[in-house]
């Protein structure tokens, strides 16, 4: 194991200091370090990771120093098209370190969104003709020869990170006064959605524990499209399969999945019938994979899905206004509904029992 807050340093000290990048759970520990020991304005927690490739692209052409690209090897499809046609040696030549987190390596057990992704992480690099090298304990050398090929080649090159190799690192979350936790709020909204419409929830805590809800009711999962992957395309697929029924289509999204394709929104609204249903639940953060800011707390969502065509956009933060605008939600055509709530989830939240490909069958068996 290494200890992240030396691997931290050593980026430093080799004049690594400008981050950016998506959090993930894999690397929760090294994203914490960077949170709480670069100035704001030196690690950007970016929309998506292909954004972050590009912010480091920037910064290195401002600065000549490499930032440092933190992913999920799942952002790596995010990032694929700024890094071939942006950073690559045939266009621009921009060197930057990418520290991307192997979630789902061959030979270890991980949730079936992680399997596919998992297996092609280091085929990919190497398809995009990246230079890498999975993390090891004696890390200094590694780092080394990242410089030095960085500046020899002036090309990106990637660290691959296997889970457990960061030791913890324990940061407090920024937790807000808003009165429901994620869950309790999910309650409310699942009391208010009728049993014959379908949900479709983003990926993360919220698939958990909308799963683990209908579990503990006794109800059935097959009107829950639970998004295990695709972040940021929770409320794409809502659309498409609204637009595919008359049935109400609730989308439950997450504050860090609708920041992450907000252009998505735009379509939305230009294209949802009465019986595309949007819930945010904003919580100011990526909360299931640590905790990290998002710009949630910042931005005025409201506002945004009014700019770009929601005509009915209600907030709530506590049980009696979900209620309420829940049943405003029903009865009203592009409508939104954003619930403020504070971070947090239990410690022994299970996952789906139900694999991706069953969960798909008994919702189109119910379609059709
Ligand atoms: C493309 C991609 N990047 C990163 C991740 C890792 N990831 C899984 S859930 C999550 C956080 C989601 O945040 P938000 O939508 O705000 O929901 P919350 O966890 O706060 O409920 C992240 C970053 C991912 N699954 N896919």
Redesign the pocket.
């Known amino acids: 194991m290494i200890d992240t807050k030396a691997f931290y340093d050593t980026l430093i000290e080799k004049n690594m200091d400008f981050f950016t990048g ?3 759970s894999l690397l929760a520990n090294i994203c914490a370090c960077i949170k709480q020991n670069a100035p704001d304005d030196r690690n950007i927690i970016a929309a ?2 292909g954004n972050a490739v590009g912010i480091a692209c920037g910064y290195h052409i401002a600065t000549g120093r490499y930032g440092v690209v933190y ?2 090897n ?2 790596e ?2 990032a694929v098209n700024p890094l071939l046609s942006i950073a690559d040696e045939e266009v621009y030549s921009i060197p930057l370190l990418l520290l991307i987190g192997w979630r789902g390596e061959p030979g270890t057990k991980d949730e079936p969104q992680h399997k596919k992704q998992g297996k092609v992480t280091l085929a990919l690099l190497e398809a995009m003709g990246i230079e890498y090298e999975i993390l090891e304990d004696d890390y200094v050398p590694q780092i080394d020869r990242a410089v030095r090929y960085m500046q020899a080649c002036s090309k990106p090159f990637a660290i691959v990170v296997r889970k457990g190799t960061f030791s913890p690192y324990k940061t407090d979350k920024a937790k807000s006064d808003y009165p429901l936790s ?1 869950e309790d709020a999910l309650k409310f909204v699942l009391d208010s959605i009728p049993e014959e419409d379908f949900i479709v929830s ?5 698939s958990r524990e909308i799963f683990e809800i209908r579990e503990a009711r006794g109800q059935s999962h097959s009107g829950d499209f639970l998004t295990v ?1 695709g ?1 940021g395309h929770t409320s794409s697929i809502a659309l498409g399969m609204s637009l595919g029924t008359k049935k109400n289509v609730y989308c439950i999204d ?4 609708f920041i992450m394709h907000m252009g998505a929104f735009a379509i939305n609204a230009d294209k949802a019938g009465a019986n595309f249903k949007y819930i945010l ?1 904003n ?1 100011g ?5 640590g905790g990290q800011p ?1 710009v ?1 707390f910042k931005i005025d969502i409201p506002a945004i899905l009014k700019a770009v065509g929601f005509q009915h956009v209600m907030t709530a933060e506590t049980p009696e206004e979900i209620t309420a605008a829940m049943e405003q939600l029903a009865k009203v055509r592009l409508g939104a509904l954003i619930i403020y709530t504070h971070q947090g989830s239990r410690d022994d939240l299970g996952r789906p029992t139900v694999s991706p490909a069953e969960n798909k069958k008994a919702m189109m068996e119910r379609f059709l």
Request: hydrophobic fraction near 15%; proline fraction near 3%.
């Open positions: 998506v959090p993930d998506n990771e992913m999920q799942s952002g499809g995010n994620r983003t990926t993360g805590k919220t992957g972040m997450g504050d860090g999945s639940n919580n953060a990526h909360e299931s994979v998002t949630g």
